[in-house]
């Protein structure tokens, strides 16, 4: 497993943004993809989104469609969610994740993934 490690949570008001980040230990990265869900105490984790490593391609779960963004600095071994538009709903504990090895097909689920962050806090609440 690679080590992971979610940073940026915090509070903010409906409509604001907000930037996670997501360190990877795993000097030469080589998983197929990297993607973020998100958890409240209710439900199950949920999918954010997703990007190939490599190449860049980018998946997104409905409910994020058109605010959130998902990139990663690949010199920097960083994995990044710009959220923005935020919604009291889209309060949760958001995780970052890594498919295992071997794998190389981003569903919209936790399948696959392996490694996983200890998550950050995110608070939209007026």
């Known amino acids: 497993q690679v080590r992971l490690v979610e940073s940026g949570g915090g509070k903010v008001q409906p409509g604001d943004s907000l930037r996670l980040s997501c360190g990877i230990s795993e000097r030469t990265f080589s998983r197929y993809a990297l993607g973020w869900f998100r958890q409240t105490p209710r439900q199950e984790r949920e999918f954010v989104a997703a990007i190939a490593w490599t190449g860049g391609g980018t998946y997104y779960g409905d409910s994020v469609k058109g605010r959130f963004t998902i990139s990663r600095d690949k010199a920097k071994n960083t994995l990044y969610l710009q959220m923005s538009s935020l919604k009291p709903e889209d309060t949760a504990v958001y995780y970052c994740?890594?498919?295992?090895?071997?794998?190389?097909?981003?569903?919209?689920?936790?399948?696959?993934?392996?490694?996983w962050g200890q998550g950050t806090q995110v608070i939209v609440s007026s």
């Open positions: 994740a890594a498919l295992a090895p071997g794998i190389g097909v981003v569903t919209a689920t936790t399948r696959g993934f392996d490694s």
